[in-house]
T-cell receptor
Framework: DAGITQSPRHKVTETGTPVTLRCHQT?????MYWYRQDPGHGLRLIHY???????DKGEVSDGYSVSRSKTEDFLLTLESATSSQTSVYFC???????????FGQGTRLTVV | GEDVEQSLFLSVREGDSSVINCTYT??????LYWYKQEPGAGLQLLTY?????DMKQDQRLTVLLNKKDKHLSLRIADTQTGDSAIYFC??????????????FGGGTRVLVKP
């Protein structure tokens, strides 16, 4: 695997609480992404980053925010978790002018 | 918007060839990908093909691209039990400011029977 670490790997949280997921890379790649995986939908892009402090929305960004204060870290925050945000979350990285995108091991989040 | 479609399930006998199919709608796709996901794991990049190519071979894997019909396939020769997994097709347009934003199909679950 590329040097991507997601934490935590599993989390159960209550509806209405804030949750932050972390993605850490050791590859010094420019681009970082957050996807969610749900049955029947494949993976859908939530937010992505094209540099430190540079982020933009993806296809399913409502209810999520992100921050990237360092090249190696990309944080995904659920401001007030809802049951519809129960999912598996994947971080990915890619480099400029290279077609490959590499994925982390995922974080399974359950909102009860 | 972009759309990527795959069949849900494929069953194959060990030693046979598997063919997984995918269709996409975005005519500006630059790269098309195949990823493999084993249970409880992340996505492993198997191979990718540039949109101006029509075939790419990598050991047991052969990717065929029909750009006119927007059809992509992955052939796995001599399928093994370790090939049982979910296979995802994806496309990207490699926009400079956005890097490699991928659009995924829903995945094809491949079951290899001994």
């Amino acid at each position: 695997d590329a040097g991507i670490t997601q934490s935590p790997r599993h989390k159960v949280t209550e509806t209405g609480t804030p949750v932050t997921l972390r993605c850490h890379q050791t590859e010094n790649h420019r681009y970082m992404y957050w996807y969610r995986q749900d049955p029947g939908h494949g993976l859908r892009l939530i937010h992505y980053s094209y540099g430190v402090k540079d982020t933009d929305k993806g296809e399913v960004s409502d209810g999520y925010s992100v921050s990237r204060s360092k090249t190696e870290d990309f944080l995904l925050t659920l401001e007030s978790a809802t049951s519809s945000q129960t999912s598996v979350y994947f971080c990915a990285i890619s480099e400029s002018n290279r077609p490959e995108a590499f994925f982390g091991q995922g974080t399974r989040l359950t909102v009860v | 918007g972009e759309d990527v479609e795959q069949s849900l399930f494929l069953s194959v006998r060990e030693g046979d060839s598997s063919v997984i199919n995918c269709t996409y709608t975005d005519s500006s796709s630059t790269y098309l990908y195949w990823y493999k996901q084993e249970p409880g794991a992340g996505l492993q990049l198997l191979t990718y093909i540039f949109s101006n190519m029509d075939m790419k071979q990598d050991q047991r894997l052969t990717v065929l691209l029909n750009k006119k019909d927007k059809h992509l396939s992955l052939r796995i020769a001599d399928t093994q039990t370790g090939d049982s997994a979910i296979y995802f097709c994806a496309e990207s347009s490699m926009i400079k400011a956005a890097g490699n934003k991928l659009t995924f199909g829903g995945g094809t679950r491949v079951l290899v029977k001994p």
